[in-house]
């Protein structure tokens, strides 16, 4: 699961995954546009954002879903994010194996205690950027 849109930010990152046969999902960012005033002047401006907005929770219930669905032996969770290490244990409850990849030294030490594997992106740094994965 990732945000689209990113531009170059990630764009190579996905096409690498994707290269090696991860599924991807990605979601779509959200607009926020907010009115600030000059408190000197009194001009009003809008000020727009695109943030990401529900990708952790849509994460958590789509990688359940397919797990209750057998669409994968193997779930391999793209985040050192220690807000997900519940989802390694019910994940495995299902008969799944959990790997978790991650950018070093982004591992949060309740993902490390719960998953069957460990991917270390860093390991693969200069594959990763390598520039057939870019659009040029």
Known sequence: FGVEGEG??????YNFLRHHNFKLELS???????????????YEYKIEKRIEKGVDNLLIVRML???????????????????FAGLVKPV??????????????SLAQSLREGA????????????IMDTKYFKK
């Open 65 to 83: 879903e397919h797990a209750k669905q057998n669409a994968f032996d193997i779930a391999t969770l793209v985040s050192g994010d220690g807000d």
């Open 8 to 13: 170059m930010r990630f764009e190579g990152f």
């Open 92 to 105: 495995m409850d299902l008969g799944k194996k959990a790997e978790v990849a991650f950018f070093r030294p």
């Open 28 to 42: 779509s960012q959200v607009t926020r546009i907010s009115t600030t005033k000059c408190p000197k002047c009194g």
């Open 116 to 127: 069957d594997s460990f991917l270390d992106f860093c390991e693969y740094k200069d594959r």
